[in-house]
């Protein structure tokens, strides 16, 4: 089984920073993309950014600037540098990752979620 397990969440003043790392786990022949999204209380989940096995990354309008996404194909991690937060940037943010299993099998797994909170 795959694993995906997200780590770095907490409380922060706005304008400061925070940087969540998402490890993968288990028995799978690599993971193609990987990506950040957050739900808010009473929204949907939506993504932030993703970035593929090269380092190519896309963000969502609201975080480009501020966000920055990387990986490390070795350690099969994902990292999101967040900068200059603000209170609307408050939600769980989770990791995903689409994983090929196997040759002919690719599927999506999620981590389990961790708490950002911009509060004064």
């Known amino acids: 089984q795959v694993q995906l397990v997200e780590s770095g969440g907490g409380l922060v003043q706005p304008g400061g920073s925070l940087r969540l790392s998402c490890a993968a786990s288990g028995s799978f022949v690599s993971i193609n993309v990987m990506g950040w999204y957050r739900e808010a209380p009473g929204q949907h989940r939506e993504p932030v950014a993703t970035?593929?096995?090269?380092?190519?990354?896309n963000y969502a309008d609201f975080v480009k600037g501020r966000f920055t996404a990387s990986r490390d194909n070795v350690k099969n991690t994902v990292y999101l540098q967040m900068n200059s937060l603000k209170p609307e940037d408050t939600a769980v943010y989770y990791c995903?990752?689409?994983?090929?299993?196997?040759?002919?099998?690719?599927?999506?797994?999620w981590g389990q979620g961790t708490q950002v909170t911009v509060s004064s």
């Open positions: 995903n990752g689409e994983v090929r299993l196997t040759r002919s099998s690719l599927r999506d797994f």
């Open positions: 970035i593929t096995s090269s380092g190519s990354t």
